[in-house]
């Protein structure tokens, strides 16, 4: 089974393939990018803010409409919360099989920084590979260096290896998209 990347336009256009295929790469799954056909639902004003779980429901209603059985992993640039959070770098909903990463608080000049390609790039991997562990069943994990560790800052996410660790990675080989393949 392949996982589909849906690359909205408020990312980076860049970006799209690079970051695919370290994705691809690093969860051992099969991935295609194209634009994204999800409108991002769940916008609040007074927040500037989108709500991740109503992204997530956007991609979930078109995915039951277009009959589509892949995983969907969207990149955004759009601002992400979820409840009471201030903000969120992604979410995923294993259930259905989708999930959403925001760019917006992975660029350096968020934090008044010089941006840096190589940076936003390497955030957006490890993001991205994360939210495909969730898609894959994985929880986070306790070791600050791989990329199941939850990070709550931009510093954690920096701190993270663009690795799994040996357990995780072990469940991502035994649980990998592409074991569907082989039944
Ligand atoms: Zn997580
Ligand atoms: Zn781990």
Same mark, same amino acid.
């Given at each position: 089974? %392949?996982?589909? !990347?849906?690359?909205?336009s408020?990312a980076?256009?860049g970006?799209?393939? =690079?970051?695919?295929?370290?994705?691809?790469?690093?969860?051992?799954?099969e991935?295609?990018?194209?634009?994204?056909?999800? !409108?991002l #639902?769940?916008y609040v004003?007074?927040?500037?803010?989108?709500? *991740?779980?109503?992204? !997530?429901?956007?991609?979930?209603?078109?995915? /039951?409409?277009?009959? %589509?059985?892949?995983?969907?992993?969207?990149? &955004?640039?759009?601002?992400?919360?979820i409840?009471?959070?201030s903000? @969120?770098?992604?979410?995923?909903?294993?259930?259905?099989?989708?999930?959403?990463v925001?760019? *917006?608080? %992975?660029? #350096?000049?968020?934090?008044?920084?010089?941006?840096?390609?190589?940076?936003?790039?390497d955030?957006m @991997?490890k993001?991205? *590979?994360?939210?495909?562990? /969730?898609l %894959?069943?994985?929880?986070? &994990?306790?070791? =600050?260096? &791989?990329?199941? /560790? #939850? =990070?709550?800052?931009?510093?954690?996410?920096d701190?993270?290896r663009?690795?799994?660790? =040996?357990? &995780?990675?072990?469940?991502? *080989?035994i649980?990998?998209?592409?074991v569907?393949?082989?039944v």
């Amino acid at each position: 089974m %392949l996982l589909l !990347i849906f690359w909205d336009s408020s990312a980076p256009a860049g970006l799209g393939l =690079p970051v695919s295929r370290m994705v691809s790469e690093l969860t051992g799954t099969e991935v295609r990018v194209c634009p994204s056909p999800v !409108i991002l #639902n769940g916008y609040v004003g007074s927040r500037h803010q989108t709500d *991740a779980r109503a992204v !997530i429901d956007s991609i979930d209603l078109l995915k /039951h409409r277009q009959s %589509l059985t892949s995983p969907v992993l969207l990149f &955004c640039g759009t601002d992400l919360f979820i409840g009471e959070s201030s903000s @969120v770098f992604g979410l995923a909903r294993p259930l259905t099989g989708s999930a959403v990463v925001s760019m *917006a608080r %992975l660029c #350096n000049s968020y934090y008044g920084r010089d941006d840096n390609d190589d940076d936003l790039l390497d955030r957006m @991997v490890k993001e991205g *590979a994360h939210e495909v562990g /969730h898609l %894959l069943g994985l929880d986070h &994990c306790c070791d =600050p260096a &791989c990329i199941m /560790h #939850n =990070p709550i800052t931009l510093d954690d996410l920096d701190r993270k290896r663009k690795s799994f660790c =040996p357990a &995780c990675r072990e469940q991502v *080989a035994i649980r990998s998209f592409r074991v569907d393949t082989i039944v």
